[in-house]
């Protein structure tokens, strides 16, 4: 955790955060993202695993990644603006290092083979994809996977 001594340095800190616009950061399956197979959309998919349905076990990659990796997240977005007096771009360049952590922690949790293993029709219909692993849970084309990205919006 960043340390803050000395009223000079608090004030140099203070100044700076003054001049940092208001952040959101979207992780995961963004708006418009699509199969690259199919040209459906992506986030129907990634709700109806996330989730479950009426047909569908849930399979919560986005959830369990949260759960995991938010102290670390955490942990990476402070130390990555420790130094914002000294670089006015520390926040831009912490929360750009931080989107792409979390993209590839989302993406590592996808390909975690979620349980409950994949029904024998669904492993069928793989195989008849010519699917190189018809058993591993939530990915068939990879473009589930391969969605996952994040967006960085600036307020006020």
Known sequence: MASISGGDALLKVLAALSDVPSITMNV???A????EDTGELIAPYAAANEYGTLTIPARPAIRNAVAEKTGDWASQLASGVSNIA?????????????????VQDIRDSIGSNIQ??????????????????ASTTLIDSGSYQRAIDYEIIKGE
């Open 28 to 30: 995961g399956v963004l």
């Open 32 to 35: 418009g993202a699509t199969n």
């Open 86 to 102: 000294e670089d006015a771009g520390a926040v831009d360049k912490a929360f750009n290092q931080l989107g792409l952590v979390m």
């Open 116 to 133: 409950p293993e994949n029904a024998p029709s669904t492993v069928e219909a793989k195989k008849r994809k010519g699917r190189a692993d």
